[in-house]
């Protein structure tokens, strides 16, 4: 296991499962015929309007933009979802479908564990 990224953290709460990248619509429809449970997602946009048919059954997020205050990082404190805001990665190359985890690493912070 290796460290791969860290961010603010919206709970302190561990998430471990496959990570998938969204970057559209399309994604998320893709993700929902799949089946999104127990999911980690990676997004660009703290918005919420992409993920809002998943966002239930996912087991965490992890944004590349936003902070504690997004619209994103409330709604997933909401559902008791853990969301690893504003993260800044080594590279998010082929991290599509790898086994991943949210840990939290202080009051506020967290990072995101590569499981290999």
Avoid: W, Y
């Amino acid at each position: 296991m290796r460290v791969i990224g860290k961010g603010q953290i919206s709970l302190n709460l561990r998430a471990r499962g496959e990570l998938r990248v969204i970057k559209t619509i399309h994604d998320v429809i893709k993700l929902m015929k799949e089946g999104a449970d127990g999911k980690i997602v990676m997004v660009e946009d703290a918005g919420t309007t992409t993920l809002g048919p998943i966002l239930s059954k996912l087991a965490g997020v992890v944004c590349l933009s936003g902070g504690l205050g997004s619209h994103l990082a409330i709604v997933t404190r909401e559902f008791s979802i853990p969301a690893l805001m504003g993260t800044k990665l080594e590279s998010s190359e082929g991290l599509d479908r790898k086994k991943v985890e949210i840990h939290p690493s202080g009051s506020k912070n967290g990072v995101l564990v590569l499981c290999e």
